[in-house]
């Protein structure tokens, strides 16, 4: 962790590092590894340095001048939901193969651009895009989500240790909630359901579990419920493995 006036310049290597360390990352490792970046640690020695490391990385580029200058170098721009994407050539040499994208979106009546690197072979710029947009946003999909959805901002007990044990709770919460929605409603009616949604409307659910010789062997849900028929499909998933 680093103070919040600490910018991520001055962070990602010893981020990286220490990443590293604690996950005892070999050579091997290291090349099966993305970073995914924003546009603080897109800078071009940053990716050298994680390109020299072995690693992959999906980054924004730090310069605002240096998009302006590639989107008028993009021959054809493809449109991608509510904006556009280009490919261009490499701007400097980042001492690995490198594909980079141009994204040119509206703002207040007026093209604005950025630009992406990546190592990664992807057979299109729109599955770049949803990489990219895939990467890790604590701010929204954790400390948000967990105050409205899993009520952490209601939870408060006078001891230090038992507040702790509050928050380990409701991170592992988190993390199992990450899970199902992956797993068993990704892809489904419920794809856009939030922390919130799915505690309330879909883990409330009136039913019962039946077990036989210790294992889970079949989930009854009350038929009269409105989203009952599509929630048994992504359980089935959940429990199958599909």
């Not at 090349?31 to 340095?49: I, P």
Request: aromatic residues 12%; contains cysteine; hydrophobic residues 40%.
């Amino acid at each position: 962790m680093f103070p919040g006036n600490q910018h991520t310049v001055q962070c990602l290597q010893p981020a990286v590092l220490a990443a590293e360390t604690a996950l005892e990352l070999s050579p091997e490792q290291r090349k099966r590894t993305v970073w995914r970046l924003d546009g603080g640690a897109g800078s071009d020695g940053h990716l050298r340095w994680l390109l020299q490391r072995g690693y992959h990385v999906v980054a924004k580029g730090m310069s605002n001048r240096r998009a302006e200058a590639l989107a008028n170098q993009v021959s054809r721009w493809d449109a991608y939901g509510d904006v556009w994407l280009g490919e261009v050539e490499p701007p400097v040499d980042y001492g690995r193969p490198v594909r980079v994208f141009v994204k040119r979106r509206l703002k207040e009546a007026a093209f604005v651009h950025s630009y992406y690197i990546s190592t990664l072979s992807l057979p299109s710029k729109g599955l770049f895009m949803d990489q990219y947009d895939a990467r890790g946003g604590a701010e929204v999909e954790q400390f948000r989500s967990d105050k409205s959805g899993l009520c952490l901002e209601a939870r408060r007990k006078h001891s230090f240790l038992g507040q702790k044990g509050y928050i380990l709770l409701t991170d592992l919460a988190h993390n199992l909630l990450a899970d199902f929605y992956y797993r068993a409603l990704a892809g489904t009616r419920f794809d856009g359901f939030g922390a919130k949604r799915i505690v309330r409307d879909l883990l409330a659910f009136p039913g019962k579990l039946v077990f036989a010789d210790g294992r889970l062997v079949r989930v009854e849900l009350l038929t009269l419920k409105q989203f009952t028929g599509d929630l048994t499909i992504g359980l089935e998933r959940y429990f199958l493995g599909g």
